[in-house]
């Protein structure tokens, strides 16, 4: 019976796959281009493409507000002739995709897994006796009577690789503050899967697996390396060096009489291309590979205008150098290294049944990928943006701009651009806001419903929340205060997590047009242990209620996330006329920031101010 069961659910599966490519074709194809064209690669765009697919149709409200599933169970379920199967059909409704790690193969055709958010625990249909303790297991698992099984498919990620990978889903996952599980997969799937092929794709590429021409080359890495994580830590910089190095070796081949300064040179060229904010100078880096920076400086110029043409298909990938992103392997062409193919180490690891319903999968994503080769107005647009960016002759750049908004008018990036190219703020916040406009009818109205509060794990929408951002800017800066408020609040409300800093501009805001309420608010949302929260914590419970018991506290408590505020709040030092380019929390740098852009809140209260300078002989000695 149970054998029975499980082979009428696959051809319910079967079925429910052929009802979603045949009848909402349209909808599904055209939500899964706009969805993951971002996210696509060359070395997997297919297998990318397909398990998207499956989550769009259990996860996605794509026709009345209604996912597939839904459709497919109200017109079909009635269709079925056992009412077990259709007691499970209905169940599958409320799936959305999981990640289990297998935490024991129970016989030939079953295993228990374990989901990694949650911990609990499935006997799952599994009869491919290679999945062993440790895998994970990547797709949508819906009840089939004695045990639950994948629906179609499902990716498969070996042990050595999982366990990273297990580490990063989970980091997060813990980053989504009061976001259910289901929350988080069913919007971000996508996100998810992109890094874990990410991983599969950066496991396979070390000094180790490459091929080099000479010992010395390979030295030069391992040096490289070694400096590299000794000054930033191991991030995927390091990744972007070691090919960065390959590739001028292919190009080169260069006499080497002293490792130190071409490691130097290129860990100073891949911070440059990276990282969008100055995190060593060359003097720091010259320094600690203890050689001239005039030197490494001669060196590094050649080393760019060798790599010219590669570093430019970088630059390309990366949109923009979008602020505050790091660069990740994904964006490394690999065309110009020579290793183990990627491609392969990621296909073998995935379960591809040879059956009519998956065949019939792999054939609408074969479709759509044709279809995604074809340039459409939009892709044309984009690759005149790109020039534009990179076009350092203004007249030229805003020719360029405009070509791109005659082929595809709905383009916020490029009224960004031209924003960032006007000579009066009037102008500026003119362009800023067609580009909100433009962004607005791009995503579409239901776009903001579906996403509200986590639109900037979306790349798509980074162009419209970056004109957003600019436009608030630009009307604070013309006395439109109040106006200017209100848009960084819609920013907050559309990106519950703050990846563009808001509140660090919104909560002087509220300081400055006295709105303190609002600002108590704002401070207990974003409650995090820096300098910018426990100060101005402490300033507003000043401005609010005056000098009061509980002031001694919070001045504590501010005193201890970052002991030299209070320095420059005194004024016994000045802050620096230049910002630092970074700063930890607790250094004297966060000090010069905070300070920087609110010491003239502090100045206005002199009754505060006398109490601190009555207070600051007991910090030493107190705290």
Not at 565 to 578: A, E, G, I, S, W
Request: hydrophobic share 40%.
């Amino acid at each position: 019976m149970n054998e029975f069961i499980m082979q009428e659910v696959m051809q319910v599966q079967r079925d429910l796959l052929h009802y979603a490519l045949t009848k909402h074709k349209k909808e599904l194809g055209e939500f899964i281009a706009r969805r993951t064209n971002h996210l696509l690669d060359d070395e997997w765009d297919e297998l990318f493409v397909f398990y998207t697919t499956l989550w769009a149709i259990f996860c996605q409200p794509l026709v009345n507000r209604k996912t597939i599933i839904e459709h497919y169970i109200q017109t079909c379920a009635s269709q079925i002739k056992s009412p077990t199967i259709r007691k499970l059909l209905h169940t599958w409704g409320r799936e959305f995709p999981s990640f289990v790690r297998v935490i024991e193969r129970e016989s030939l055709s079953f295993v228990i897994a374990e989901d990694i958010f949650t911990q609990k625990q499935k006997r799952i249909a599994f009869d491919k006796p290679e999945i062993k303790e440790g895998h994970l297991l990547i797709g949508t698992l819906v009840s089939s009577g004695p045990a639950y099984s994948f629906f179609i498919s499902c990716l498969e990620i070996e042990r050595h690789v999982a366990e990273t990978v297990i580490e990063l889903l989970q980091e997060m996952f813990d980053e989504k503050k009061d976001v259910s599980v289901r929350e988080f997969v069913t919007l971000s799937f996508p996100e998810l899967l992109y890094e874990c092929f990410l991983q599969l794709s950066s496991k396979y590429l070390s000094i180790e697996s490459l091929e080099w021409e000479q010992p010395v080359y390979e030295q030069v890495a391992y040096v490289l390396q070694e400096r590299m994580e000794e000054i930033h830590g191991n991030g995927p910089w390091i990744y972007v060096a070691i090919v960065l190095w390959k590739v001028y070796c292919g190009l080169e081949r260069p006499f080497i009489q002293k490792p130190e300064l071409y490691a130097a040179a290129i860990h100073y060229l891949t911070l440059v291309i990276v990282i969008p904010y100055q995190a060593a100078t060359q003097k720091e880096i010259a320094k600690c590979y203890r050689i001239s920076s005039r030197s490494m400086a001669i060196k590094y110029r050649e080393m760019e205008e060798s790599m010219a043409e590669f570093i430019a298909q970088i630059y390309k990938k990366i949109d923009h150098f979008e602020e505050g992103r790091i660069l990740t392997p994904e964006f490394i062409p690999h065309s110009q290294i020579t290793t183990e193919p990627n491609r392969h180490n990621i296909r073998r690891l995935i379960q591809k049944p040879n059956d009519s319903a998956a065949q019939e999968g792999h054939l609408f994503v074969q479709s759509m990928l044709t279809n995604k080769k074809s340039e459409s107005l939009r892709e044309q647009a984009q690759e005149l943006l790109d020039q534009a960016f990179h076009e350092v002759n203004p007249k030229r750049r805003k020719e360029l701009v405009h070509q791109a908004l005659r082929l595809y008018p709905n383009s916020a990036a490029a009224y960004n651009i031209l924003g960032d190219e006007a000579t009066t703020l009037k102008e500026a916040v003119t362009y800023y806001q067609k580009g909100m406009e433009a962004g607005e009818k791009e995503l579409g109205k239901s776009f903001f419903r579906d996403y509200k509060g986590h639109f900037w794990m979306i790349t798509e929408t980074r162009s419209y929340m970056r004109a957003k951002e600019k436009y608030a800017q630009a009307l604070w800066l013309l006395g439109e205060k109040e106006k200017a408020i209100k848009q960084y609040e819609q920013l907050l409300q559309l990106d519950f997590n703050d990846n563009q800093g808001t509140r660090y501009v919104l909560l002087p805001a509220y300081l400055e047009t006295e709105k303190y309420e609002k600002a108590e608010e704002l401070i207990e949302q974003y409650d995090e242990p820096t300098a910018f929260i426990s100060y101005n914590r402490l300033l507003l419970a000043y401005l609010r209620y005056g000098l009061h018991e509980e002031m001694e506290e919070l001045l504590e408590q501010a005193w201890q996330t970052n002991e030299y505020v209070m320095d420059y709040v005194l004024k016994k030092k000045r802050p620096p006329t230049n910002s630092p380019s970074f700063y930890s929390l607790g250094d004297e740098n966060e000090a010069v920031i905070y300070a920087k852009e609110h010491l003239a809140f502090w100045q206005k209260e002199r009754e505060l101010l006398g109490w601190l300078q009555a207070m600051a002989p007991s910090f030493k000695t107190k705290w």
